[in-house]
C-alpha cells in the first residue's frame, strides 16, 4: 500500500524544530544545543560546548538565552508544536478513520525518522526541565495523546475499528512512532518513507481496521 506524503510532512534534513524562530545567531545556537545534547545528553552538555559548536563566546550565548534549561525548553516547545500540527492536520483531512490514521501515523513514523536528533532530545530529556516548562510540555503532549485517542475512539464507533480498547492502542501507537527517534539513523537502512509505510501496516493492525473505504 503506498501512502501519500501529508501536507504537513517534515522538512528534509534535520533542522532543529528551533531554527525558525529568530535570527541566525538564535538558530545556531538552537542547532548547536540539539546536536550537543543529543550526543552527550543535558546533564553532559555545557554552554561552553554549545557556544563553541555554534562559533559563539560563551558570553554570547546568554545574550539570546538565560540558560541551558531555556534552550532546551525552546527546542521542546517547538518539536512538540511542530508534531501537535501535523497530528491536528492528519484527523482534519478528508476520507475514513481508517485513512485520517493512514496519514497520522505516516507523517508522525516519518516526523520522528527525518528528524530523529531533535526528536530525540524533545522525548527523552524532558526530565531536565523545570517544574514549569515541564508542566507546558506536559500540556502539548497531552493535547497530542488526546488527538490520536479520540481518531481511534471515533473509528470504533464508526466501526471502522476493531480494538477492544482505543486508548490504550492510541497510547501504544505513539509510543511505536517516538521510538523511531531512539534507533533511527539516517543512511542506514530503511528511508522515512519505508518506514512510513511499514508503521501504517502496523497501526492499522493494531486498531482492527475493519472498514477500508478509500479516502
Known amino acids: 500500500m503506498r501512502v501519500m506524503s501529508p501536507a504537513v510532512n517534515a522538512p528534509s534534513g534535520d533542522a532543529p524544530p528551533g531554527a525558525a524562530l529568530a535570527g541566525d545567531a538564535r ?5 548547536a544545543a540539539v546536536e550537543a545534547f543529543a550526543a552527550k545528553g543535558f546533564h553532559g552538555t555545557t554552554t561552553r ?4 559548536a555554534a562559533g559563539m563566546s560563551p558570553a554570547a550565548l546568554y545574550v539570546h538565552h538565560r540558560s541551558k534549561e531555556e534552550l ?3 527546542i521542546s516547545s517547538e518539536g512538540h508544536r511542530r508534531t501537535l500540527a501535523l497530528c491536528e492536520e492528519a484527523v482534519r483531512s478528508e476520507g475514513s478513520h481508517a485513512a485520517r490514521l493512514d496519514r497520522l501515523v505516516a507523517a508522525f513514523a516519518r516526523h520522528h525518522a527525518v528528524n530523529h536528533t531533535s526528536a530525540r532530545v524533545v522525548n527523552y530529556e524532558l526530565a531536565a526541565l523545570s517544574e514549569a516548562h515541564r508542566a507546558e510540555i506536559e500540556e502539548q503532549r497531552r493535547r497530542i495523546e488526546h488527538v490520536v485517542r479520540d481518531l481511534l475512539v471515533a473509528g470504533v464507533e ?3 475499528f476493531q480494538t477492544p480498547d482505543p486508548v490504550m492502542t492510541a497510547a501504544a501507537l505513539l509510543s511505536l512512532g517516538v521510538d523511531v527517534a531512539r534507533w533511527y539513523r539516517t543512511g542506514a537502512g530503511w ?4 518506514l512510513a ?3 501504517v501496516v502496523l497501526a492499522r493492525r493494531m486498531a482492527g481496521v475493519v472498514d477500508d473505504r478509500p479516502a
Open 27 to 31: 538558530s545556531r545556537l538552537l542547532a
Open 49 to 52: 560546548d554549545i557556544a563553541a
Open 72 to 74: 532546551l525548553h525552546a
Open 158 to 160: 464508526a466501526g471502522e
Open 191 to 194: 528511508t522515512p518513507e519505508q
Open 197 to 199: 509505510e511499514h508503521y
